[in-house]
């Protein structure tokens, strides 16, 4: 099977699996026993925050471990919702966040919060103007994804930060599928959050970080792990495995580059010839993610066809699959149900070899050869 999912999850790099083999078998400790094994466990841990954070500019203090980026998220904006409640109870959010944002902003809206969803434009874009004609006096915090998962869509972050930062708004950025690959703003924000299984790490980690200087209330009372960000002792193994991947992401980032760039232009090329239509920006985006319509083919189609000729590819994002209604983002950007369901996602990874993706080119050639009939 070649693997084209990677905006799903990615497969961990030899290296990762190496540091968090040996963190698991030498220092399993809990981190907050107060005995020496403990001690050492929690001096991994704390080597880890200081490395990730000379990685990506920001203060070891402001980093929280928690299970997934989901649920990074979700404590993340609760917790600032909930400490800046008194200020306002207005939010703002787009149609095109993760399901794990939108539903934490639901659950905000349960909590008397008041959510707004700022407009977007067909590629999945918010433009400054829209921001502030969103922006309330009781405003108090806006979530906006750095790149969006589906469309592939990099938002200009820099170009919120100067009215943000005038009405005193905290700026939040779910930044999961841009971490390693592309450069993000981070200076500009006051949190962020990202997964270790996007970047070559394992599952069932992710990282969310909130500015010291920002003050944030904990979702659970009672909670001594973590500050009280987080109830459960802190696995030790896979956030030395995550830190690796953090690093290696960003020692190989140039020949990630190239490779991706290549591959990216070579698909590009022969999607001209195709009666094909590329979601999100055509520029402004991840390259190494094409969301795709084939006129006439529903993407679950494709995607089956695609499973039967030995490549793996998704047909939007993996945390809403099973559900049978189209991803809010397609509403959000003007797509009708019938064009929402034509769309499939192909996404590569450094790994990805140049005769995979010339085979998977030549699959797609001979499905619209046979004008969708079953290969």
Known sequence: MIYLDYCATTPMSDYVKDVYVTVASQFYGNPNSLHDVGYEASNILEQCKRQIANLLHIDPAGIFFTGSASEANFLTIVSLALAHRRKGRHLITTKCEHPSVLSTFRYLESQQFDVSYVPVNSYGQVSVDALMETIREDTILVSIAHSQSVLGTIQSLETFAEPLVTYDI??????TQSIGKVDVPIRLLHSLTMSGHKINGPKGIGLAYIDPAIQWEPFLSGVTQQSGFRQGT????????????????FQHRTA???HITKLHHQFKEKMMEWPMILEGHPSNRLKHHFGLRLHGMEGQFVMLEANRAGFAI????????????????????????????QFFRVSFGISTTEQ??????????????????PM
């Open 314 to 341: 998704s047909t939007g994002t993996a945390c809403s699959s099973s559900h049978h209604e189209p991803d809010p983002v397609f509403a959000a950007i003007g797509r009708t149900k019938e064009e929402a369901d």
């Open 234 to 249: 802190v696995d030790i193994p896979s956030v030395a495995a995550f830190t690796a991947a953090i690093e290696e992401s």
């Open 170 to 175: 905290l700026f939040h950025s779910d930044c």
């Open 256 to 258: 990630y580059d190239q």
């Open 356 to 373: 995979e993706f010339n085979a998977f080119i030549d699959f797609l050639q001979q499905l619209i050869d046979r004008k969708g009939e």
